[in-house]
């Protein structure tokens, strides 16, 4: 399995921005792609964006436009851009890793939106 460790989530007021970055490590077999996924109080998870081995990435559409994914050649670290943040951003961000072994996720990263 994959190890990731995502960082730099925090409080921001509306129309802010945030980067986070998720550190992959760990992985014995090539990582097929990397995403984000987000869940918000009493919500399910939701996919948000990522990004695949060829670089095509692809969003969810309420963040298209203000988030992008991108990710080093080696697939160490993979960061997500967000700008023009909203109050309904607000969720635990999550970093997941697929390769042919399965899914690996990393703990988390707490955004906050203000209004």
């Known amino acids: 399995q994959v190890q990731l460790v995502e960082s730099g989530g925090g409080f921001v007021q509306a129309g802010g921005s945030l980067r986070l970055s998720c550190a992959a490590s760990r992985s014995k077999v090539p990582i097929n792609s990397m995403g984000w996924y987000r869940q918000a109080p009493g919500k399910e998870r939701d996919w948000v964006a990522t990004?695949?081995?060829?670089?095509?990435?692809e969003y969810t559409d309420s963040v298209k436009g203000r988030f992008a994914i991108s990710r080093d050649k080696t697939w160490s670290a993979v960061t997500l851009q967000m700008n023009n943040l909203k109050p309904e951003d607000t969720a635990v961000y999550y970093c997941?890793?697929?390769?042919?072994?399965?899914?690996?996720w990393g703990q988390g990263t707490q955004v906050t939106v203000s209004s």
């Open positions: 990004i695949l081995g060829n670089g095509l990435t």
């Open positions: 997941r890793a697929t390769t042919s072994w399965g899914t690996s």
